[in-house]
């Protein structure tokens, strides 16, 4: 595990969309495409406003890209504007050249929903598994949508929202926790371990508890987000406020500027 405290949360977003497009541009001189892990919230914004912009100025093309979304609302409309398809597409897919067809999610509005799990599965497992998954995390220490007690070994499943992640996601919702859908489709822990690279971006000190936990605290379904520690290669991009609690937050610093410049993340 890599824990990189940034100065900014422009630099968070700089460091994310580094990885991508270094892996990107690297596939694309092999004539090969990339699989991307995209996730919804307010953590990832700040990297898809930078993939943007990168499409735009530099010419950064992810036409050859296939991405899968970690989660899903259960019973939203099709045309909500909070559906995380639609979160997806207004925030990256409109502002590159990443082919509609080609982003997938759980199917929130099937009638038969742990088949719709299973087909998100296969379909993971025949584009050959993502490359990279972009994470963040919740207050609670959720990743994804696995709430505390989650099973650490977990596939793609339906799960329920508890009354905190309800509050927390209000604020897309016009300030109303009720408006939150109570279920939805997520990726499962151990789905979430078989992506090659991890990134998970936090942001402010109300994250600070979980990001302690994450980083320094035990391995434990109280929170889900330490799994992660098992990973060979996650990278975790905090700002100061999210990094507060951290016992080693110096280490970290240290061995980050340390760190030899061809090495990337």
Known sequence: MEVVICDSRATQARLA?????????GRAAQDRGVVLGLATGSSPLAVYDELARRHGEEGLSLSHARAFLLDEYVGLPADHPERYRAVIDRELVRRTDLDPAAVHGPDGAAEDLPAACARFEAAITTAGGVDLQLLGVGTDG?????????SLGSRTRLKTLTAQTRQDNARFFGGRPDAVPQHVLTQGLGTILEARHLVLLAQGAAKGEAVRQLVEGAVSARWPATVLQHHPHLTVLLDADAAGRLELADHYREAWAAKPAWQAL
């Open 17 to 25: 969309a580094d990885a991508v497009e270094r892996l990107v541009r």
């Open 142 to 150: 959720h990743v994804a949508f696995n709430e505390p007690g989650s």
